[in-house]
């Protein structure tokens, strides 16, 4: 019985092998990734829906945060893209920071995104003047530059710089503020559970003393008006922070910010208020013109001129409105 049927697949590969053989070139081009991404035009995230908290409260309009699509090349993609003049084509190379990895790049961005998120809590509830306390501060290492002099490793978790704790980024740059270029200095951190010293030379980036890393800093917050941020494993960076925070700062005062407009932004969030630039605008700026915004937020600086160009080039009809602080863009959605 199976020699049978071994003959019959035999017969019907000799007799069929140039389709097959053609499918098989098919599915190769279509589904092969190639080291490129494509930048395109994103979409929108209405933020709404990565909070949860205990209130009836909504608004007749929508808060949300820009995205730019990435994809990973396959020929029929990257042919499609060499002719739509708003879809980029990069190297991997050139996605990815030095000699990072794409799994590292992916890890760094999570950790981004956890560090933006306890953030906008943060700030969102200072503005609100509600308490809350902060517990289980922990500083790790998201990325070591291809400069860097150091043994230092991506996943650290840095527990002490020079035998002082360290509890918050801050810690570290108050400590090597006043130390010189190529002055060693000696890290405890904690890697795969076990405590281990390395060491650091301090290195010159734009005439300042760095160590040649990035951190991130995680917390638990505490507060009797509490906030859940509901996130998927794939979502990812800190470019979210700005609308994340307005949104948190919404609910807790049950105030409609929208005025029954969609807003779409983008902008990361700093301890202080600051709205920072981010990557990608045009793309953003096109995928809320897609989503039909009525107003796309935007951080001051390079990204709004970039964005204004962008707008006046394809003749957009969206209000584009430039913020440096969280409290600017606050005022400005009071106001509508």
Do not use: C
């Not at 019985?1 to 590969?13: A, P, R």
């Not at 208020?273 to 793309?283: F, Q």
């Not at 937020?297 to 584009?320: F, M, Q, R, S, T």
Request: aromatic share 8%.
């Amino acid at each position: 019985m199976i020699n049978k049927v071994y003959e019959k697949v035999k017969d019907y590969i000799k007799e069929n092998y140039k389709a097959l053989l053609v499918f098989i070139i098919l599915i190769l081009v279509v589904t092969v990734r190639l080291p490129y991404y494509i930048s395109a035009p994103g979409g929108a995230i209405d933020t709404s829906e990565k909070i949860k908290v205990n209130t009836d409260f909504e608004m007749s309009g929508s808060l949300n945060m820009a995205y730019v699509s990435e994809i990973q090349g396959t020929i029929p993609l990257l042919l499609y893209a060499m002719i739509n003049p708003d879809w980029d084509i990069e190297k991997e190379e050139e996605v990815t920071v030095g000699s990072e990895s794409i799994e590292d790049e992916m890890y760094r961005n999570q950790m981004l995104l956890e560090e933006s998120n306890d953030i906008s809590l943060l700030v969102a509830y200072e503005y609100s003047d509600i308490d809350y306390q902060t517990t289980n501060n922990k500083v790790y290492v998201t990325y070591v530059d291809d400069l860097a002099k150091t043994s230092l490793e991506v996943g650290d978790e840095i527990i002490a710089v020079d035998g002082n704790k360290i509890t918050e980024k801050q810690d570290l740059y108050d400590l090597i503020s006043d130390k010189q270029v190529g002055e060693q200095v000696q890290f405890t951190v904690i890697r795969d559970k076990k405590e281990k010293d390395v060491v650091a030379t301090l290195i010159n980036v734009n005439g300042v003393p760095k160590v040649g890393v990035i951190i991130t800093e995680t917390l638990d917050i505490e507060s009797s008006h509490h906030v859940d941020l509901v996130f998927d494993d794939k979502e990812s960076g800190s470019s979210g922070g700005l609308m994340m925070t307005l949104t948190i700062y919404s609910y807790l005062n049950e105030m409609d910010l929208t005025n029954g407009k969609k807003v779409i932004g983008t902008g990361t969030m700093s301890r202080d208020g600051t709205v920072g630039e981010i990557s990608g605008v045009k793309y953003k700026l096109m995928g809320a013109v897609k989503e039909d915004a009525d107003i796309f937020l935007v951080p001051k600086g390079n990204n709004y001129n970039e964005a204004k160009k962008l707008k006046e080039e394809k003749g957009y009809d969206i209000d584009l409105v430039p913020v440096e602080t969280f409290e600017e863009a606050l005022n400005y959605l009071k106001n509508l």
